[in-house]
């Protein structure tokens, strides 16, 4: 009977008492690993997974709409104008036609100088688009709005997007206004052809 009762007090004294469980602040038994010691936040762990866009301005959408129907619809009738103008020059007496062909020469010079403000204010822009994606290191830069939805990009792809916007300001320049500079000459040397060939 003692030995069974001495067996059973070593037996008992493996496990902890309340008071040791008291003291060891609970820590045996309930670990349950490194993991649990980790506090939640209760946000996601990272966010650089997710893509970064710029959502278009409705605004901005319908103010470049009608800018755009309206350059189409003017030169449109100024296109109209013109070839119907020049299709009558044939039943003008000949002081007539000398005056109308004055006055085409001033309007083809109109024309070509209106393009060429056009092109070197969209390469204007075009080279500060350039230089902000440059300074920035970001496309879309911070504050600029968009036509539509944009994935933000950073680094060598956004630099690669300033080298493109830079080239195409050169073009614009170049191909611009001297295409205008070339075309009014082309219209004059035409008119001039035509005024004495009559």
Not at 97 to 118: D, E, N, P, T, Y
Not at 128 to 148: C, E, F, N, S
Not at 177 to 183: D, E, P, R, T
């Amino acid at each position: 009977m003692e030995n069974s009762v001495s067996g059973n007090q070593k037996a008992g004294s493996d496990f902890p008492t309340p008071l040791q469980q008291a003291e060891d602040g609970g820590s045996s038994g309930t670990d349950s690993g490194p993991s649990s010691s980790r506090p939640f936040s209760g946000q996601p762990e990272s966010r650089a997974d997710y893509p970064q866009v710029v959502l278009p301005d409705k605004r901005w959408q319908r103010w470049v709409l009608l800018v755009a129907v309206l350059t189409l619809l003017g030169a449109g009738v100024t296109l109209t104008k013109l070839a119907s103008w020049i299709f009558s020059l044939d039943q003008l007496e000949a002081e007539q036609f000398r005056q109308s062909v004055a006055h085409l020469k001033q309007l083809v010079a109109l024309i070509a100088c209106l393009g060429a403000v056009g092109f070197l204010g969209a390469a204007g822009w075009v080279f500060r688009l350039a230089w902000k994606i440059t300074r920035t290191g970001q496309y879309p830069p911070p504050g600029m709005r968009v036509l539509w939805k944009s994935k933000i990009h950073t680094g060598p792809a956004a630099l690669l997007r300033a080298n493109f916007a830079y080239l195409l300001a050169v073009i614009l320049v170049a191909g611009g206004s001297l295409g205008m500079l070339w075309l009014y000459q082309q219209a004059n040397q035409s008119l001039h052809q035509l005024l004495t060939g009559r």
